[in-house]
């Protein structure tokens, strides 16, 4: 039994997504002790930029014509979605960068689409649960001034359950630059609230993967 986990965020010190994915993976072990913990992070680790296109031309090309760098990165595609479906649980953790995804973060989803077992209508994790753990520096809730511009969650969201037929829980944390920008600082009591509530919420999250798998 294992908990497959992805890190987008380009900080390995202070990021807040990793700080909440930490909470959800000792929480795992914690309950389940025996359970392994395969990651991938994609700044230490990233997709070459040219693995995508290269992939999904290599789609379009009998197989006997095929270039090495097309079979290259069609053998990267298989492995990233070996290590997905290995798993009996997932957890996605990223930020919000410039109000949108990841860009290492979109690089591997769409490379894992070009897997046939990944394409659009397949809904290879059916039945798995993953964790999508997402940190904003601002604040983006109903009412706020940026309400409706985080154009990354809904989508990630969208290609984990609609796309590929998980069954995701979502733990958002906010307001995480307030501690460092004077023009937040009254929202740093509430930022510490949500972030605690983060933690809370992934704690918990991690113990029912945990009590599943055991």
């Known amino acids: ?31 389940h002790p025996g359970g392994a913990v395969v990651r991938r992070d994609l700044v230490a680790d990233p997709i070459p930029v040219d693995a995508w296109p290269t992939a ?18 069609l053998g990267l ?6 290590e997905v479906l290995r798993a009996d649980a997932v957890v996605l953790a990223t930020p919000l960068y410039n109000f949108g995804v990841s860009q290492h973060l979109k690089a591997w989803i769409d490379l894992l689409i070009t897997d046939p077992r990944f394409a659009p209508g397949t809904a290879p994790l059916a039945g798995r649960s ?35 037929g998980a069954d995701v829980t979502l733990i958002e944390a906010e307001l995480t630059l307030a501690d460092v920008q004077p023009a937040m600082a009254e929202l740093r009591p509430l930022a510490a609230q949500v972030r605690a509530q983060a933690h809370e919420r992934a704690e918990t999250v991690g113990k029912d993967f945990g009590r599943t798998a055991a």
Request: glycine content about 10%; charged content about 25%; cysteine-free.
């Open 56 to 73: 999904a031309l290599a789609g379009f090309t009998p197989e006997d014509q095929r270039t090495d760098a097309q079979r290259e990165a």
């Open 130 to 164: 993953v964790a999508l753990v997402v940190a904003r520096g601002g604040g983006y809730g109903a009412g706020t001034p940026r309400e409706g511009w985080d154009h990354a969650t809904g989508w990630i969201v969208r290609i984990l359950a609609d796309v590929w």
């Open 1 to 31: 039994m294992s908990l497959f986990r992805l890190d987008s965020s380009i900080r390995t010190e202070g990021s807040v997504s990793r700080e909440v994915a930490d909470t959800l993976e000792r929480a795992y072990l914690d309950q």
């Open 77 to 82: 595609a298989a492995r990233l979605a070996d």
